[in-house]
Structures are given as C-alpha cells and as structure tokens.
C-alpha cells in the first residue's frame, strides 16, 4: 500500500482487499499484471477475458442504475460507451484531453481483483434490499434527487433538489458508499459533441438521467470511481436478470431477445434458458444458466443416476441464495472448500448435461453469421461481440454487450 502511494496512485482500502485475495489466490506468488495475460491468448490457445467494473459517475453517493460500464482485458481498458479505450498497462496514469501526462507504473492485478469482487463498496440501500427483497420506499430507483434541463447540449443546465434537508440526509447516509476504488480518468478534459444525444449509448432524453447533463458527466470527473459490476446486474432468477438486461438494452437501442416475463415467473426453474428473437436476426442468442440444483439431486453425471445414501447427500446442494441456511447465501464471503466443491460439480454438471442445447446455439450463431457475410471471413473489433453471436450468462453476474 505505501509503495502504491509513492508511485502517485490513489490508495483505497479496496487495494488492501485485493491483496488479501491475491494471498488467498496464490499465496506469496504475485498475480502480475493485466498486460502479461496477453500471452495467455495471443495465440487463441484460451478464450479472451472480458472483466467489467461500473463507474459511479457521482461517487459514493450514486445509484448503480446510473453507472457506466468499464472493460478491461489484456489489450486495453475503457468505456464502450464512450468509445474510448487506452492499453491495458496504461490504466492508472494520468490523462488529460487524451494526452498522457503522468506515466505511472503498471497497476499490479490485485488491485484490479479488489476492484472487480469489491463487496465492500456496498452501501445501505443494497444491503436493505438483500435483507427484504425490495429497495427503500425513501429512496428513489434512480436516486435522492430529480433533474431537468432544456437541450441535453446545453451548458446551461441544472438539477433540483425537491427534498427537504432531512429526507436529503436520510438517502444520502443509505447511498453512501464508504469504501471505493478511484483511479485517475483517462477521458479527463475531452467534451462532448454538442450531438452526442443522438448516440444510442446516451440515455439524455430521460430527463432526470445524468446523460441529459453533459457538463456532469465523466470526461469532467478528475477521477473513476470503479466498484463492482455485480452491483449493476447480480440476480440469479431468469424473470429478473434478464428483464434488467432488456430494459437496460431497450434504452440503449441495443437488440435483445424479448421473454415472456409473466411465463417465466409461474414455471418452474430451469437449468439454462434461451432467448432468442428469430424475427430480428440482429438480437443475439442469450444462454442463460441460473444457479439452480434440478437434477443434480438425483444424478451424478449425464445419464448416470445416484446409487446409494452417501451419493444421494452428496446431490444435496442448498443453492438458495436468500435463504440463511444455504452456505451460498449472499452475506457469506466464504465457502468451506467441500462447500466450494459442491458448488463445482453442480455447475459443471450443469453445462455438461445442456451440452446439446449449448452446440444447437452456437450452430444457429453460426448460420446467422454464413448468411449476413455470405460465408465470407468477419473481421472483428477486439473485445466486442459481433452481431448475432452468442451470449453466454452466469447466475451471478450478467454483462450485457452491444452487438457491432
């Protein structure tokens, strides 16, 4: 942490937090840097990784609904909305007007870890609701305040508070994040152009949006305040997540396949869904896998049924995430290494036993593509996922990318 400081970072305790898990990770082995992964897929012999982070454009006093979405793999790091990417091992150092004006030595990837499994920047709001299932009736969805302007390119704009000092203290203590990552922004100084409401990645015409205040936004920020995405998407019920990804595709123009949201909420869970919208071949596939326990319980394998008591308990695997009992509840920060376990087999269990539904996306995926290109080879924008590709969801996290 001091060696951190000297180099010119901003320091958190959430660098402490990705340390302690870089401990746990490899013990007193570092976990290097994020460029060096490059080599690990340079050659295709792995699948690039894709982390994401949201930045709180207010701080710690934001609402994740309004939270931009930040990349980060191997190459480079940056805002898709915005356009805008640095390399990977400039990510920290000082920009101005997309200058590099302070070179600082690459951040170590504990620290990006602490960032990207930050639990610790959780506020009141969102433990209130992992307690009751709902948010606050004081505290509204999209904040503690309402917003109005004119021209979303206008200078001239302004927000209203129509809250007593009280009620304004009361969602400021809920809202409150005590404990977040910042590093310094690399978009610092750049301004918009005086269109860019036009842009389907701006939601400037919700009036009360911060997007509709360009002399708010990030590219006036000094620094990024980075926190966990899971704050944005971290549901594990199908009716939920991808509702959340819809509406926030909706809003953005992004193609996304519609659901029957009614259906889904009287069925029974499912193993893995598909979404998929054959009218708009634009919209990928989505597969999403819930973190659910189907018929784990009563087999050990595809095909291979569970003989005996010790190989029936060993299928007992409480995946409840609100109820208390279960060790995966979401106030547990750790497993026991059997619980661990568990929590392996049951997921690898699932992906093997929908391996058909798996190949039958990915063959339609394929399709699409031959038909739009002609068969003719793509070329694609690193980390970006092609139109009518294939969109692959976990129960905990869902990252939702615009089709190019």
């Known amino acids: 942490m001091n060696e951190r400081e000297k180099q010119g970072y901003l320091v958190s305790l959430i660098d402490m937090w ?3 898990l870089e401990y746990l990770f490899r013990g007193k082995k570092h976990l290097g840097t994020l460029s060096e992964l490059r080599r690990t897929v340079s050659e295709g012999q792995n699948p690039m990784p894709i982390f994401t982070s949201v930045n709180m454009k207010n701080g710690k006093t934001e609402n994740v609904v309004d939270g931009e979405w930040c990349e980060f793999t191997p190459f480079e790091v940056g805002f898709p909305k915005y356009g805008a990417f640095i ?25 990006l870890v602490g960032i990207w499994s930050s639990i610790f920047s959780i506020n009141l709001t969102e433990v209130w609701r992992i307690a009751t299932g709902v948010a606050p009736s004081w505290v509204q969805e999209g904040g503690c305040a309402s917003a109005t302007n004119s021209k979303p390119s206008a200078l001239a704009t302004h927000v209203i508070n129509p809250v007593t000092d009280f009620a304004k203290m009361l969602c400021g203590f809920m809202t409150s994040r005590p404990i977040i990552s910042q590093m310094y922004n690399f978009l610092r100084g750049f301004n918009l152009h005086k269109d860019y409401s036009d842009n389907t990645g701006f939601i400037a015409w919700k009036d009360t949006h911060p997007d509709a205040f360009p002399n708010t936004m990030t590219p006036n920020d000094p620094v990024l305040n980075l926190v966990d995405a899971g704050f944005a998407f971290n549901a594990g019920f199908p009716p939920v997540v991808i509702k959340q990804a819809q509406e926030y595709c909706s809003d953005r123009k992004i193609p996304f396949p519609k659901a029957d949201f009614k259906k889904l909420e009287t069925e029974p869970l499912r193993e893995v869904y598909v979404f998929e919208d054959k009218e708009n071949p634009e919209a990928p596939i989505v597969l999403h896998f819930p973190l659910v326990n189907v018929s784990f319980k009563e087999f050990k394998a595809p095909g291979m049924k569970r003989v005996g008591e010790k190989e029936l308990k060993e299928g007992e695997v409480d995946v409840d995430i609100k109820s208390s009992s279960s060790p995966y509840a979401t106030q547990n920060l750790t497993y026991t290494p059997e619980d661990f376990q568990k929590l392996i087999n049951l997921t690898s269990y699932n992906i093997q036993n929908n391996r058909d539904i798996i190949l039958d996306a990915l063959k339609k995926a394929l399709n699409r593509t031959k038909d739009r290109t002609g068969g003719k080879k793509e070329e694609k924008a690193l980390g970006k996922t092609p139109t009518g590709n294939t969109l692959l969801t976990g129960s905990q996290k869902t990252q939702i990318s615009k089709a190019q």
């Open 18 to 20: 990705g340390l302690a």
């Open 87 to 111: 390399p990977a091992e400039n990510f920290g150092s000082e920009y101005y007007l997309g200058h590099m004006v302070k070179k600082l030595p690459e951040t170590a990837l504990s620290v």
